[in-house]
Protein backbone atom coordinates (compact mmCIF):
# COMPACT_ATOMS: atom_id res chain seq x y z
CA UNK A 1 0.00 0.00 0.00
CA UNK A 2 1.28 3.47 -1.05
CA UNK A 3 -0.86 5.88 1.03
CA UNK A 4 -3.84 5.70 3.38
CA UNK A 5 -6.27 8.35 3.68
CA UNK A 6 -8.61 8.28 6.08
CA UNK A 7 -12.33 10.25 5.33
CA UNK A 8 -15.72 10.83 5.23
CA UNK A 9 -17.69 8.86 2.38
CA UNK A 10 -20.87 9.22 0.83
CA UNK A 11 -23.02 8.42 -2.04
CA UNK A 12 -26.48 9.96 -3.37
CA UNK A 13 -28.57 7.41 -0.79
CA UNK A 14 -26.81 8.68 1.97
CA UNK A 15 -25.38 12.51 0.87
CA UNK A 16 -26.60 13.82 4.38
CA UNK A 17 -24.80 10.75 6.91
CA UNK A 18 -21.51 10.33 5.47
CA UNK A 19 -19.64 7.12 6.69
CA UNK A 20 -15.99 7.70 8.03
CA UNK A 21 -13.93 5.14 5.42
CA UNK A 22 -10.24 4.15 4.95
CA UNK A 23 -8.92 4.49 1.19
CA UNK A 24 -6.14 2.64 0.63
CA UNK A 25 -4.27 3.80 -2.76
CA UNK A 26 -1.70 1.32 -3.76
CA UNK A 27 1.70 1.94 -6.58
CA UNK A 28 -0.09 0.34 -9.25
CA UNK A 29 -2.80 2.74 -9.47
CA UNK A 30 -5.29 0.37 -7.73
CA UNK A 31 -7.70 1.54 -4.09
CA UNK A 32 -9.83 0.25 -2.25
CA UNK A 33 -12.40 2.06 0.57
CA UNK A 34 -12.93 0.02 3.58
CA UNK A 35 -16.07 0.79 5.74
CA UNK A 36 -18.03 -0.51 8.56
CA UNK A 37 -21.34 0.29 6.48
CA UNK A 38 -22.67 0.33 3.10
CA UNK A 39 -23.35 3.06 1.20
CA UNK A 40 -26.22 2.15 -0.66
CA UNK A 41 -29.26 -0.78 0.71
CA UNK A 42 -30.28 -4.01 -1.17
CA UNK A 43 -28.15 -6.10 -3.48
CA UNK A 44 -26.45 -3.56 -5.70
CA UNK A 45 -23.16 -4.33 -5.99
CA UNK A 46 -22.66 -1.16 -8.12
CA UNK A 47 -22.06 2.62 -7.01
CA UNK A 48 -21.92 5.01 -9.71
CA UNK A 49 -20.52 7.36 -7.72
CA UNK A 50 -18.82 8.12 -4.19
CA UNK A 51 -17.90 11.39 -2.60
CA UNK A 52 -15.23 12.11 -0.05
CA UNK A 53 -13.56 14.62 1.75
CA UNK A 54 -10.14 14.26 4.49
CA UNK A 55 -9.32 16.26 6.92
CA UNK A 56 -7.66 18.81 5.08
CA UNK A 57 -10.82 19.46 2.88
CA UNK A 58 -9.52 17.67 -0.70
CA UNK A 59 -12.06 16.22 -2.26
CA UNK A 60 -12.53 12.41 -3.75
CA UNK A 61 -14.50 11.16 -5.95
CA UNK A 62 -14.45 7.21 -6.97
CA UNK A 63 -16.28 6.86 -10.19
CA UNK A 64 -18.66 3.37 -11.48
CA UNK A 65 -17.65 1.44 -8.14
CA UNK A 66 -17.72 -1.96 -7.33
CA UNK A 67 -18.46 -4.00 -4.10
CA UNK A 68 -15.68 -6.18 -2.91
CA UNK A 69 -17.34 -7.04 -0.34
CA UNK A 70 -20.71 -5.89 1.21
CA UNK A 71 -23.46 -6.97 4.04
CA UNK A 72 -26.76 -6.82 2.81
CA UNK A 73 -28.48 -7.70 6.66
CA UNK A 74 -26.93 -6.60 9.79
CA UNK A 75 -26.50 -9.00 12.44
CA UNK A 76 -24.26 -9.42 15.24
CA UNK A 77 -21.17 -8.15 13.21
CA UNK A 78 -22.39 -4.86 11.66
CA UNK A 79 -22.76 -3.91 8.38
CA UNK A 80 -19.44 -3.89 6.42
CA UNK A 81 -18.49 -3.22 2.76
CA UNK A 82 -15.44 -2.78 0.57
CA UNK A 83 -15.57 -1.40 -2.21
CA UNK A 84 -13.48 -1.02 -5.24
CA UNK A 85 -12.71 1.85 -7.79
CA UNK A 86 -12.81 2.26 -11.48
CA UNK A 87 -11.60 5.16 -11.18
CA UNK A 88 -10.57 7.88 -8.62
CA UNK A 89 -10.24 11.46 -8.61
CA UNK A 90 -8.48 13.57 -6.05
CA UNK A 91 -8.75 17.83 -6.19
CA UNK A 92 -10.64 20.85 -4.80
CA UNK A 93 -13.71 19.42 -5.88
CA UNK A 94 -16.01 16.56 -6.79
CA UNK A 95 -16.77 15.24 -10.66
CA UNK A 96 -19.64 13.25 -11.01
CA UNK A 97 -18.95 11.62 -14.43
CA UNK A 98 -15.00 11.54 -15.64
CA UNK A 99 -16.63 12.04 -19.51
CA UNK A 100 -17.76 15.51 -18.57
CA UNK A 101 -14.30 16.57 -17.63
CA UNK A 102 -12.04 18.12 -20.33
CA UNK A 103 -8.33 18.19 -20.08
CA UNK A 104 -5.79 20.19 -21.10
CA UNK A 105 -2.67 18.56 -20.05
CA UNK A 106 -1.50 15.19 -18.92
CA UNK A 107 1.30 14.07 -16.59
CA UNK A 108 2.70 10.78 -15.48
CA UNK A 109 6.05 9.77 -13.90
CA UNK A 110 7.65 6.62 -15.60
CA UNK A 111 10.00 4.13 -14.36
CA UNK A 112 12.36 4.01 -17.20
CA UNK A 113 15.77 4.15 -15.64
CA UNK A 114 17.07 0.80 -18.45
CA UNK A 115 16.65 3.76 -21.10
CA UNK A 116 18.86 5.88 -19.85
CA UNK A 117 21.81 3.19 -19.68
CA UNK A 118 24.95 4.17 -22.14
CA UNK A 119 26.49 1.30 -22.59
CA UNK A 120 26.07 -2.47 -21.77
CA UNK A 121 28.76 -1.74 -18.86
CA UNK A 122 26.70 0.99 -17.48
CA UNK A 123 23.73 -1.45 -17.66
CA UNK A 124 25.44 -4.43 -15.86
CA UNK A 125 26.67 -1.92 -13.23
CA UNK A 126 23.29 0.24 -12.92
CA UNK A 127 25.37 3.42 -13.31
CA UNK A 128 23.82 6.52 -15.39
CA UNK A 129 25.87 9.88 -14.94
CA UNK A 130 23.91 11.99 -11.80
CA UNK A 131 25.01 14.80 -14.19
CA UNK A 132 22.90 13.33 -16.97
CA UNK A 133 19.81 15.55 -18.01
CA UNK A 134 17.33 14.76 -20.52
CA UNK A 135 14.66 17.07 -22.30
CA UNK A 136 13.04 15.79 -25.16
CA UNK A 137 10.23 16.85 -27.25
CA UNK A 138 7.81 13.90 -28.85
CA UNK A 139 4.98 14.74 -31.09
CA UNK A 140 2.48 12.33 -30.37
CA UNK A 141 -0.05 13.49 -33.34
CA UNK A 142 -1.16 16.78 -34.66
CA UNK A 143 -2.79 18.14 -31.29
CA UNK A 144 -0.18 16.96 -29.02
CA UNK A 145 3.01 16.95 -27.59
CA UNK A 146 5.14 15.05 -24.98
CA UNK A 147 7.41 16.37 -23.36
CA UNK A 148 10.00 14.24 -21.63
CA UNK A 149 12.20 15.44 -18.91
CA UNK A 150 14.31 13.06 -17.15
CA UNK A 151 17.38 14.13 -13.85
CA UNK A 152 18.85 12.68 -11.04
CA UNK A 153 17.11 13.95 -7.87
CA UNK A 154 19.51 14.11 -5.07
CA UNK A 155 17.20 14.15 -2.70
CA UNK A 156 15.30 11.30 -3.60
CA UNK A 157 18.76 9.79 -4.10
CA UNK A 158 16.98 8.29 -7.51
CA UNK A 159 16.27 9.11 -10.94
CA UNK A 160 13.12 11.02 -11.68
CA UNK A 161 11.18 11.02 -15.49
CA UNK A 162 8.33 12.63 -16.05
CA UNK A 163 6.59 12.92 -19.54
CA UNK A 164 3.82 15.52 -19.87
CA UNK A 165 1.28 15.68 -22.72
CA UNK A 166 -0.19 19.03 -23.65
CA UNK A 167 -2.79 19.42 -26.31
CA UNK A 168 -3.53 22.13 -28.40
CA UNK A 169 -7.45 21.23 -27.62
CA UNK A 170 -9.19 20.05 -24.76
CA UNK A 171 -9.66 16.23 -24.41
CA UNK A 172 -11.34 13.31 -22.76
CA UNK A 173 -9.44 10.91 -20.06
CA UNK A 174 -9.77 8.28 -22.95
CA UNK A 175 -7.30 9.87 -25.68
CA UNK A 176 -4.42 10.76 -23.18
CA UNK A 177 -4.51 6.94 -21.51
CA UNK A 178 -4.21 5.95 -25.21
CA UNK A 179 -0.98 8.48 -25.64
CA UNK A 180 0.59 7.00 -22.57
CA UNK A 181 0.09 3.47 -23.56
CA UNK A 182 1.59 4.36 -26.51
CA UNK A 183 4.96 6.45 -24.90
CA UNK A 184 5.04 3.53 -21.94
CA UNK A 185 4.93 0.34 -25.06
CA UNK A 186 7.58 2.25 -27.00
CA UNK A 187 10.30 2.76 -24.33
CA UNK A 188 9.03 -0.61 -22.67
CA UNK A 189 9.95 -2.36 -26.55
CA UNK A 190 13.10 -0.27 -26.64
CA UNK A 191 14.39 -1.08 -22.95
CA UNK A 192 12.75 -4.90 -23.97
CA UNK A 193 11.44 -4.48 -19.98
CA UNK A 194 7.58 -3.33 -19.39
CA UNK A 195 8.40 0.01 -17.18
CA UNK A 196 6.11 1.27 -14.79
CA UNK A 197 4.25 4.32 -14.55
CA UNK A 198 2.03 6.06 -12.11
CA UNK A 199 1.64 9.69 -10.19
CA UNK A 200 -0.50 10.78 -12.91
CA UNK A 201 -1.77 13.97 -12.70
CA UNK A 202 -3.64 16.51 -15.18
CA UNK A 203 -5.06 20.25 -15.66
CA UNK A 204 -8.67 20.57 -16.84
CA UNK A 205 -9.77 23.53 -18.67
CA UNK A 206 -10.75 25.53 -15.82
CA UNK A 207 -6.64 25.03 -14.64
CA UNK A 208 -7.92 23.04 -12.01
CA UNK A 209 -5.27 20.50 -11.01
CA UNK A 210 -6.48 16.46 -10.32
CA UNK A 211 -4.49 13.52 -9.04
CA UNK A 212 -5.62 10.24 -10.75
CA UNK A 213 -5.72 6.73 -9.82
CA UNK A 214 -6.31 3.75 -11.69
CA UNK A 215 -4.93 0.33 -12.49
CA UNK A 216 -3.22 0.61 -16.40
CA UNK A 217 -3.69 -2.29 -18.50
CA UNK A 218 -0.23 -2.34 -19.11
CA UNK A 219 1.68 -2.49 -16.11
CA UNK A 220 4.40 -5.11 -15.07
CA UNK A 221 3.54 -7.70 -12.53
CA UNK A 222 6.92 -9.35 -12.81
CA UNK A 223 10.53 -7.82 -13.30
CA UNK A 224 12.85 -9.03 -16.51
CA UNK A 225 16.59 -7.98 -17.49
CA UNK A 226 17.06 -4.66 -19.47
CA UNK A 227 18.34 -6.34 -23.05
CA UNK A 228 18.25 -3.09 -24.31
CA UNK A 229 17.33 -2.67 -28.17
CA UNK A 230 18.08 0.98 -28.45
CA UNK A 231 18.17 4.11 -26.10
CA UNK A 232 17.72 7.55 -26.01
CA UNK A 233 21.13 8.06 -27.94
CA UNK A 234 19.34 6.11 -30.83
CA UNK A 235 18.62 8.22 -33.79
CA UNK A 236 15.73 9.63 -35.60
CA UNK A 237 13.54 8.81 -32.08
CA UNK A 238 10.68 10.89 -33.22
CA UNK A 239 10.64 9.12 -36.82
CA UNK A 240 10.93 5.52 -34.59
CA UNK A 241 8.05 6.86 -32.21
CA UNK A 242 5.83 8.16 -34.99
CA UNK A 243 6.27 4.57 -36.59
CA UNK A 244 5.60 3.20 -33.49
CA UNK A 245 2.15 4.89 -33.01
CA UNK A 246 1.48 3.73 -36.43
CA UNK A 247 1.80 0.23 -35.97
CA UNK A 248 0.46 -0.15 -32.55
CA UNK A 249 -2.97 1.24 -34.15
CA UNK A 250 -2.93 -1.38 -36.42
CA UNK A 251 -2.34 -4.17 -34.08
CA UNK A 252 -3.71 -3.30 -30.77
CA UNK A 253 -5.00 -6.96 -30.11
CA UNK A 254 -1.71 -8.46 -31.10
CA UNK A 255 0.54 -6.05 -28.94
CA UNK A 256 -1.43 -7.21 -25.93
CA UNK A 257 -0.23 -10.75 -26.77
CA UNK A 258 3.27 -9.94 -27.28
CA UNK A 259 3.82 -7.66 -24.25
CA UNK A 260 1.90 -10.20 -22.49
CA UNK A 261 4.75 -12.30 -21.25
CA UNK A 262 6.51 -9.37 -19.97
CA UNK A 263 3.50 -8.72 -17.68
CA UNK A 264 3.08 -11.30 -15.82
CA UNK A 265 5.08 -14.62 -15.00
CA UNK A 266 3.71 -17.59 -17.70
CA UNK A 267 4.21 -21.29 -18.13
CA UNK A 268 7.09 -21.56 -20.79
CA UNK A 269 5.05 -23.60 -23.11
CA UNK A 270 2.03 -20.59 -23.18
CA UNK A 271 4.70 -18.02 -23.10
CA UNK A 272 6.36 -19.71 -26.47
CA UNK A 273 2.56 -20.46 -28.10
CA UNK A 274 1.69 -16.98 -27.62
CA UNK A 275 5.22 -15.06 -29.26
CA UNK A 276 4.74 -17.35 -32.07
CA UNK A 277 1.32 -16.18 -32.49
CA UNK A 278 2.74 -12.86 -32.38
CA UNK A 279 5.06 -13.32 -34.81
CA UNK A 280 2.34 -15.38 -37.09
CA UNK A 281 -0.51 -11.82 -37.15
CA UNK A 282 2.67 -9.09 -37.28
CA UNK A 283 3.89 -10.82 -40.61
CA UNK A 284 0.16 -11.12 -41.53
CA UNK A 285 -1.00 -7.11 -40.69
CA UNK A 286 2.27 -5.57 -42.17
CA UNK A 287 2.23 -7.79 -45.57
CA UNK A 288 -1.07 -7.98 -45.62
CA UNK A 289 -0.60 -11.42 -46.94
CA UNK A 290 -3.22 -13.52 -45.85
CA UNK A 291 -2.40 -16.44 -47.62
CA UNK A 292 1.14 -17.85 -46.74
CA UNK A 293 1.97 -20.74 -44.43
CA UNK A 294 3.23 -20.57 -40.57
CA UNK A 295 6.74 -21.89 -42.07
CA UNK A 296 6.58 -19.34 -44.71
CA UNK A 297 5.98 -16.66 -42.71
CA UNK A 298 9.06 -17.58 -40.43
CA UNK A 299 11.02 -17.63 -43.09
CA UNK A 300 10.59 -14.33 -44.44
CA UNK A 301 10.99 -12.79 -40.89
CA UNK A 302 14.48 -14.18 -40.80
CA UNK A 303 15.53 -13.38 -44.26
CA UNK A 304 14.69 -9.67 -43.49
CA UNK A 305 17.42 -7.76 -45.75
CA UNK A 306 18.19 -5.19 -42.36
CA UNK A 307 19.74 -7.71 -40.40
CA UNK A 308 20.18 -10.38 -42.09
CA UNK A 309 23.55 -9.81 -42.25
CA UNK A 310 24.01 -9.35 -38.47
CA UNK A 311 22.05 -12.33 -38.37
CA UNK A 312 24.65 -14.48 -40.62
CA UNK A 313 27.31 -13.00 -38.14
CA UNK A 314 25.95 -14.92 -35.41
CA UNK A 315 28.57 -17.23 -33.48
CA UNK A 316 26.73 -20.50 -34.25
CA UNK A 317 24.43 -19.07 -37.44
CA UNK A 318 24.84 -22.45 -39.23
CA UNK A 319 21.83 -23.44 -36.48
CA UNK A 320 19.79 -20.38 -38.45
CA UNK A 321 19.24 -23.47 -41.33
CA UNK A 322 16.22 -25.73 -40.24
CA UNK A 323 15.14 -23.06 -37.53
CA UNK A 324 12.22 -22.52 -39.29
CA UNK A 325 11.31 -26.25 -38.97
CA UNK A 326 12.01 -26.45 -35.35
CA UNK A 327 10.11 -23.61 -34.59
CA UNK A 328 6.87 -25.33 -37.14
CA UNK A 329 7.62 -28.51 -35.39
CA UNK A 330 7.49 -27.48 -31.50
CA UNK A 331 4.28 -25.16 -32.41
CA UNK A 332 2.69 -27.89 -33.67
CA UNK A 333 3.46 -30.57 -31.46
CA UNK A 334 2.01 -27.89 -28.88
CA UNK A 335 -0.70 -27.10 -30.90
CA UNK A 336 -1.99 -30.65 -31.85
CA UNK A 337 0.44 -33.04 -29.89
CA UNK A 338 1.41 -34.30 -33.16
CA UNK A 339 4.01 -36.90 -32.02
CA UNK A 340 6.46 -36.88 -34.89
CA UNK A 341 7.55 -33.68 -33.10
CA UNK A 342 7.61 -34.98 -29.81
CA UNK A 343 11.42 -33.88 -29.86
CA UNK A 344 10.78 -30.72 -29.80
CA UNK A 345 8.73 -30.67 -26.30
CA UNK A 346 11.97 -30.96 -23.99
CA UNK A 347 10.75 -28.01 -21.10
CA UNK A 348 14.47 -26.90 -20.23
CA UNK A 349 15.62 -25.87 -24.56
CA UNK A 350 12.11 -24.91 -24.66
CA UNK A 351 13.16 -21.76 -22.66
CA UNK A 352 15.75 -21.03 -24.81
CA UNK A 353 13.61 -21.15 -28.04
CA UNK A 354 11.41 -18.88 -26.92
CA UNK A 355 14.27 -16.69 -26.61
CA UNK A 356 15.54 -17.10 -30.34
CA UNK A 357 11.69 -16.36 -31.31
CA UNK A 358 11.40 -13.44 -29.29
CA UNK A 359 14.53 -12.29 -30.53
CA UNK A 360 13.60 -12.57 -34.33
CA UNK A 361 10.17 -10.53 -33.51
CA UNK A 362 11.70 -8.12 -31.88
CA UNK A 363 14.16 -7.85 -35.21
CA UNK A 364 11.24 -7.74 -37.33
CA UNK A 365 9.43 -4.97 -35.08
CA UNK A 366 12.78 -2.83 -35.08
CA UNK A 367 12.53 -3.57 -39.14
CA UNK A 368 9.44 -1.67 -39.24
CA UNK A 369 10.46 0.83 -37.85
CA UNK A 370 13.11 1.75 -39.82
CA UNK A 371 15.99 0.42 -38.27
CA UNK A 372 18.99 0.32 -41.02
CA UNK A 373 21.53 -2.58 -40.99
CA UNK A 374 24.21 -0.35 -39.56
CA UNK A 375 22.12 -0.52 -36.75
CA UNK A 376 21.39 -3.62 -35.77
CA UNK A 377 25.15 -4.45 -36.37
CA UNK A 378 25.99 -2.02 -33.54
CA UNK A 379 23.51 -4.48 -31.40
CA UNK A 380 24.68 -7.58 -32.79
CA UNK A 381 26.49 -8.86 -29.63
CA UNK A 382 24.45 -7.21 -26.42
CA UNK A 383 21.27 -7.99 -28.15
CA UNK A 384 21.51 -10.49 -31.14
CA UNK A 385 24.16 -12.80 -30.14
CA UNK A 386 23.17 -12.68 -26.13
CA UNK A 387 19.56 -13.30 -26.93
CA UNK A 388 20.33 -16.29 -29.78
CA UNK A 389 23.08 -18.15 -27.80
CA UNK A 390 21.70 -17.56 -24.42
CA UNK A 391 22.59 -20.96 -23.32
CA UNK A 392 26.47 -20.73 -24.56
CA UNK A 393 26.70 -17.55 -22.75
CA UNK A 394 25.12 -18.04 -19.38
CA UNK A 395 28.19 -17.92 -18.25
CA UNK A 396 29.83 -14.98 -20.29
CA UNK A 397 29.28 -11.24 -19.84
CA UNK A 398 29.51 -9.01 -23.55
CA UNK A 399 30.77 -5.43 -23.05
CA UNK A 400 30.24 -3.38 -26.07
CA UNK A 401 28.40 -0.11 -26.70
CA UNK A 402 24.23 0.41 -27.22
CA UNK A 403 23.28 2.79 -29.80
Not at 45 to 74: M, P, Q
Not at 79 to 103: A, F, Q, T, W, Y
Not at 198 to 224: C, H, M, Q, R
Amino acid sequence: MEKLVIGRFFSASNETSPIEAQLQINKDGSSLLVANDVFSSGSSIYEKYLFGEDAEGRCYSILNAHYKFKTIAAFSGGKKSEVMPGLLLVGERHVKNIDDVLMASFSVKLECKAWFYESVLHRESDFIPPTLKISYLFKYDDLTTIQLESHHDFNLGKRVTTATFSAAMPQALKYFQDAIHCLVTFLSFACRSAIQHGNLTFVDVNEESFEIYYKPAFYPGVSEHCNSLFNHKARDLQERFTRWRNMLEKAPAIFKLYFLGRLSKLDNTVRFLMITQALECFHRIFTGDNDSTFIARVRDVLDQKSYSGALAKLRGSEKLAGFDEIVRGTRNYFTHYNEKFKDCSDEYELIFLTLKVELLVDLYLLSEMGFSAEEFDAIQHHVIDDRFNRLENMSKNYMGDCM
